[in-house]
């Protein structure tokens, strides 16, 4: 069974259509990551997933509950951390998971949990005291407070420093050992690429590409492109002397590499031509060139509409 299904999703805001017919669904104990701009309408789709929102059509599915009217079931079996996690002021991380567990009416030794967030320095400062990276931290511990089989993250490394960042990413990491499933959003291309088993690109309420990392790429990217740096006379000679597709810009020419024919046609031209060329390397469209490429495509067709 899917640890999470929607099919059809939907959700306005007046005039405003945040989530416009959205389905995918996760597998129990995988990492599945939506990706989009601000106002994408990931929050929104994860708050529906939460029980915190009531769509206005299409289903969700979590654990196989629907999370409006299960709440209160659904609740002992997640954990979440909303976007921008907030706390009171004066409990110390170790008092605020003696409160959830307490809440949550279970037995948890908060130093425990706190290692396993890799926050047992910081067990007795104040949570006004702690530095981003360590409230997010705290915020992790309180979401597994309950052992919950779903985890829903919004967006938690924003903000942090790439020493931090890593340190959730590891905690995260640890979760999907543990055979929790896992929803992320993030706004950084190389942390899902780093965590997620499959991601989702939302883009105005709408998902514009799922699968693998890698699927996507080949998918929607441009294959692969040797670039080298080289005078015009290089972009001359191989336009003149071979049936490769070449650009140049900037001091540099970029060949389209279509089969592996291409690399070494292009190869051997280079050096024929007794060009003057150096810095040489094949590079293959990131998650990034494609999010940037599909997301601002979107933009465009909406600014001439
Ligand atoms: N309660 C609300 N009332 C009115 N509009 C809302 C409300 N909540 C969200 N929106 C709008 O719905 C759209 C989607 O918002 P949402 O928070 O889901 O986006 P997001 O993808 O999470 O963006 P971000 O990356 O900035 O967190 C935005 O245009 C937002 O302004
Ligand atoms: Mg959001």
Redesign the pocket.
């Given at each position: 069974m899917s640890a999470i299904e929607v099919a059809g999703l939907e959700?306005s805001?007046?005039q405003?259509r945040?989530?416009g017919g959205v389905s995918f669904s996760v597998r129990k104990g995988e990492v599945f990551s939506?990706l989009?701009?601000?106002?994408?309408?990931?929050?929104?789709?994860?708050?529906i997933l939460e029980g915190l929102?009531r769509q206005d059509g299409g289903t969700a599915r979590v654990l196989g509950l629907d999370p409006w009217h299960k709440g209160y079931e659904l609740h002992e079996r997640i954990g979440v951390i909303p976007?921008g996690f907030k706390f009171l002021d004066y409990p110390t991380p170790r008092e605020a998971i003696a409160y959830y567990a307490a809440l949550f009416n279970r037995r948890v030794e908060p130093d425990e949990m706190l290692r396993r967030v890799i926050l047992e320095d910081a067990a007795n400062v104040w949570f006004q005291n702690l530095s981003g990276g360590q409230k997010q931290k705290l915020g992790m511990a309180l979401s597994l407070v309950n052992d919950p089989e779903v985890v829903f993250l919004?967006?938690p490394t924003t903000g942090l420093d790439p020493q931090a960042r890593r340190a959730v990413w590891e905690v995260i990491r640890k979760l999907k050992n543990e055979g929790r499933t896992v929803m992320l959003?993030t706004?950084y291309l190389e942390e899902a690429e780093e965590l997620a088993d499959r991601v989702a690109i939302?883009n105005h309420?709408k998902i514009v590409a799922m699968g693998t990392t890698g699927e996507i790429e080949s998918k929607f990217g441009s294959g692969q492109k040797m670039m080298v740096k080289a005078k015009d006379d290089l972009l001359t000679y191989l336009r003149e002397n071979t049936k490769l597709q070449v650009e140049g810009e900037a001091g540099t020419v970029t060949i389209r590499l279509r089969d592996k024919d291409d690399a070494l046609v292009a190869l051997g031209a280079i050096e024929e031509s007794g060009t003057d060329w150096g810095d040489l390397n094949v590079k293959r469209d990131s998650l990034e060139d494609v999010f940037l490429r599909l997301v601002g495509e979107e933009g465009r067709e909406e600014g001439t509409e």
């Open positions: 959700k805001y007046g405003l945040a989530v939506l989009g701009p601000n106002g994408a309408g990931k929050t929104t789709t994860i708050e929102r976007q919004d967006e959003t706004h939302m309420g």
